[in-house]
């Protein structure tokens, strides 16, 4: 029962454009969410995070935004730069969990 | 410089040879955890390690052994791999479960 869902699993965009990576979560109690960023050959690295408390983190090029009634999170990255091209993993806890849960990614491509 | 270390990197084996694949971080964090990541479903959650001598099992244990006995190691144990372990592997540590996790760079496994 995945509790985390990315349901795409490409996507592509031209340089210079926004993209915009999505994430559907099941569980009511989560209430911190995290977006990793996975090169390959190597292990996920940390993006940004954002709380329930909160609706949107900005990071530079990077905004993560939260719809906790849709149960839903998003990660903008604009603009985008062939250097942003890697797996992209949505994560999610909750309070007292002992562990953090992860959607399937998205491969995101960005075309120069 | 703050990291989680595996090895080996990549390790062919025969289907029943006892293996072990070594983690090791030098953050002093107290969480540390397996993952496996599959095609299309992201990244599984194998045994996880609250602190030293303590470990519980994850989404998918069936198959792993892991043990605890210092704070920065967190090895995992294949007793008789089978052709259905084959898999990317990936250790990782945090203060807490529902932090930040750093990822070691991955290992690589094939069962024959």
């Known amino acids: 029962d995945q509790q985390v869902k990315q349901n795409s699993p490409s996507l592509s965009v031209q340089e210079g454009r926004i993209s915009i990576l999505n994430c559907d979560y099941t569980?009511?109690?989560?209430?911190?969410f995290l977006w990793y960023k996975k090169y390959p050959a190597e292990g996920p690295t940390f993006l940004i995070s954002i709380s329930s408390i909160k609706d949107k983190n900005e990071d530079g090029r990077f905004t993560v935004f939260l719809n906790k009634s849709a149960k839903h999170l998003s990660l903008h990255i604009v603009p985008s730069q062939p250097g942003d091209s890697a797996v992209y993993f949505c994560a999610a806890s909750g309070v007292g969990d002992n562990d953090m849960r992860f959607g399937a990614g998205t491969r995101l491509t960005v075309k120069p | 410089e703050a990291q989680v270390t595996q090895n080996p990197r990549y390790l062919i084996t025969v289907t029943g040879k006892k293996l072990t694949v070594t983690c090791s971080q030098n953050m002093n964090h107290e969480y540390m955890s397996w993952y496996r990541q599959d095609p299309g479903l992201g990244l599984r959650q194998i045994y996880y390690?609250?602190?030293?001598?303590?470990?519980d099992k994850g989404d998918v244990p069936e198959g792993y052994k892991v043990s605890r006995k210092e704070k920065r190691n967190f090895p995992l144990i294949l007793e008789s791999p089978s052709p259905n372990q084959t898999s990317l592997y990936f250790c990782?540590?945090?203060?807490?479960?529902?932090?930040?996790?750093?990822f070691g760079p991955g290992t690589r496994l094939t069962v024959l």
């Open positions: 390690s609250m602190n030293v001598e303590v470990t």
């Open positions: 990782a540590s945090s203060l807490d479960p529902g932090n930040e996790q750093f």
């Open positions: 569980n009511s109690m989560f209430d911190y």
